[in-house]
């Protein structure tokens, strides 16, 4: 009813905030867009959920999301995926953004996610 859509729109919001946050530090350039697969031919053989901040954004424009936890488990696809990727010693780079992209993620959800809010966001996962 009306109130769920309030907390959903809150919740779209909040996932919006920390989607640009990360998405302005320049750091996380190399996570912006989807990895391009006809320049990393082989990305797809070892990655098999692909994810980005932009695809992000798009799913929250969608809907996708009820829960924070469920926005945590597509965000933390893009570390665990760079990771993954890059795990030859050539990866250092890349691996050390991914590093970096984990605990900012995370220290923004610390600092910013209330868990009240996402224990009324479950509740209307439940309900549903
Ligand atoms: C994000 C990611 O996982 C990524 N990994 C890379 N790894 C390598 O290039 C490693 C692969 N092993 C051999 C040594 N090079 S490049 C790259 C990337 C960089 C961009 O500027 C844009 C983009 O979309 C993806």
Same mark, same amino acid.
């Given at each position: 009813e009306e109130q769920e859509e309030d907390t959903l729109r809150e919740l779209r919001l909040f996932l919006r905030q920390v989607t640009e946050r990360l998405t302005y530090d320049r750091r996380f350039k190399v996570f912006t +867009?989807?990895?391009?697969t006809k320049k990393f031919q082989d990305y797809r053989k070892v990655v098999r959920w692909p994810m980005d901040l932009s695809t992000l954004l798009t799913n929250i424009d969608r809907n996708r999301y009820i829960t924070v936890s469920e926005f945590v488990e597509d965000a933390d696809l893009i570390w665990q995926n760079a990771l993954k990727y890059n795990y030859? +010693?050539?990866g250092s780079n890349i691996r050390h953004r991914a590093s970096a992209f984990k605990d900012t993620l995370h220290a923004i959800l610390r600092e910013d996610l209330d868990e009240e809010f996402e224990r009324e966001c479950q509740d209307i996962k439940r309900r549903r």
């Open positions: +867009k989807p990895v391009d030859l +010693k050539s």
